[in-house]
């Protein structure tokens, strides 16, 4: 740690010797990637860094038919992904039909079964209105 002439350390000697010190590393250990420098993973999972073993292939030796081919594949794909979406949304409107249609029966039957009783409701005290006449 370096002191300035009036013997104050400056921010930055004074947050390196705390991560130093909290960190167990000193100047010559590095923390994190040796390649990149940067902290959050080590040398062997380093991202950041491109491969030389990488092959250039002419543009001559390669043929189109594995284009085509990839070309189809993802013609392929996409058209059946629209089928499937096609299928879900037809399931998902058939579902929303039975469910009105439940509703709707459900809800008919109770409002004819409610009328029958107030129809029986309404005959019983006619019934019990001319008895008291009579």
């Known amino acids: 740690m370096a002191y300035h002439s009036n013997g104050v350390l400056t921010s930055e000697e004074n ?4 991560v130093n010190r909290l960190s167990n590393t000193s100047e010559s250990q590095r923390i994190g990637c040796r390649k990149c ?3 959050g993973h080590l040398t062997f999972q380093c991202y950041n860094t ?5 092959q250039l292939l002419d543009v001559e030796s390669t043929t189109s038919d594995s284009d085509d081919e990839l070309n189809l ?9 629209r089928k499937e979406a096609e299928i879900r949304k037809k399931k998902k409107k058939e579902k929303k039909k039975s ?6 029966s459900l809800s008919f039957e109770e409002n004819e079964a409610s009328k029958k009783k107030k129809k029986r ?3 019983k005290k006619k019934k019990t209105s001319k008895k008291k006449l009579i």
Do not use: D, F, P, V
Not at 15 to 18: E, R, V
């Open 15 to 18: 947050l390196k010797g705390i």
């Open 50 to 54: 491109l491969q030389n073993n990488t």
């Open 121 to 123: 409701s309404k005959e």
């Open 99 to 104: 469910r009105k249609k439940r509703k709707r």
């Open 37 to 39: 420098g940067h902290a």
């Open 73 to 81: 594949l993802e013609k392929l794909l996409e058209e059946k992904k």
